[in-house]
């Protein structure tokens, strides 16, 4: 059964720090691109950050630029989102998600499996 889990989700002050972890199973992740995708109550989903399989390239929404960093241990089947300088506007619910593709974009429709999310609340 293929399955993505986030962890790593929860309460930080302003400035604080995260890690979110997309552990798959059911799968191998080594040929997958993988996105981070958030979303706020009331806004539509949006892609925070993705990783490519092909080569390892990374991209990020101009909003997280310098703060967030994704990176993969395709040994562990293990993809993870290092948040830095949290601000309350990154508050929501984060996703990752897999696309069997060897170039990762941060377009949701083109992903094919996703996990159930992990809840982000900055807030002091």
């Known amino acids: 059964q293929v399955q993505l889990v986030e962890s790593g989700g929860g309460l930080v002050q302003p400035g604080g720090s995260l890690r979110l972890s997309c552990a798959a199973s059911?799968?191998?992740?080594?040929?997958?691109?993988i996105g981070w995708f958030r979303q706020a109550p009331g806004k539509e989903r949006e892609g925070v950050s993705c990783?490519?399989?092909?080569?390892?390239?990374?991209y990020y929404a101009d909003s997280v630029k310098g703060r967030f960093t994704i990176s993969r241990d395709n040994a562990k089947n293990t993809v993870y989102l290092q948040m830095n300088s949290l601000k309350p506007e990154d508050t929501a619910v984060y996703y990752c998600?897999?696309?069997?593709?060897?170039?990762?974009?941060?377009?949701?429709?083109?992903?094919?499996?996703w996990g159930q999310g992990t809840q982000v609340t900055v807030s002091s």
């Open positions: 998600a897999a696309d069997l593709a060897p170039i990762a974009t941060l377009e949701p429709y083109e992903y094919d499996y």
């Open positions: 059911g799968f191998t992740l080594d040929y997958y691109a």
């Open positions: 990783i490519s399989s092909s080569d390892g390239s990374t």
